[in-house]
């Protein structure tokens, strides 16, 4: 569980993966349900552990995403290789935009 900086939409989410199969993230109701993070070949292989995933709104449960939101859970898990640990680098969630504030500048 990790406490967030305030209550707001959430608008998106990048995810680091460090070995991790699967991610589920909720708040009080599902936010995104269970995504691959790697396939089972590359989970029994451990090829490519660490990878960025870009979760957009229209990834996310729409009902929960319009919801604010000031904590979040996230559940990992990796069923098909149990001898390697395995965990998330990162986890950046990014709020809506207020009604009066542009939206975000894309990265160069």
């Not at 680091?16 to 991610?23: E, H, I, P």
């Not at 207020?98 to 990265?107: G, T, V």
Request: charged share 20%.
């Amino acid at each position: 569980v990790s406490q967030l900086g305030g209550s707001r939409p959430i608008h998106s989410l990048h995810i680091g993966n460090d070995g991790a199969a699967f991610v589920a993230l909720t708040c009080a109701q599902v936010l995104l349900p269970s995504a691959a993070l790697m396939s089972p070949s590359e989970s029994r292989a451990g090829a490519e552990p660490r990878r960025v995933r870009l979760f957009g709104p229209d990834s996310l449960v729409k009902a929960a995403a319009q919801g604010t939101w000031d904590r979040l859970r996230v559940v990992l898990s990796q069923p098909y290789c149990q001898s390697r640990p395995f965990g998330l680098s990162f986890i950046r969630v990014f709020a809506a935009p207020e009604e009066d504030e542009a939206p975000p500048e894309a990265p160069v």
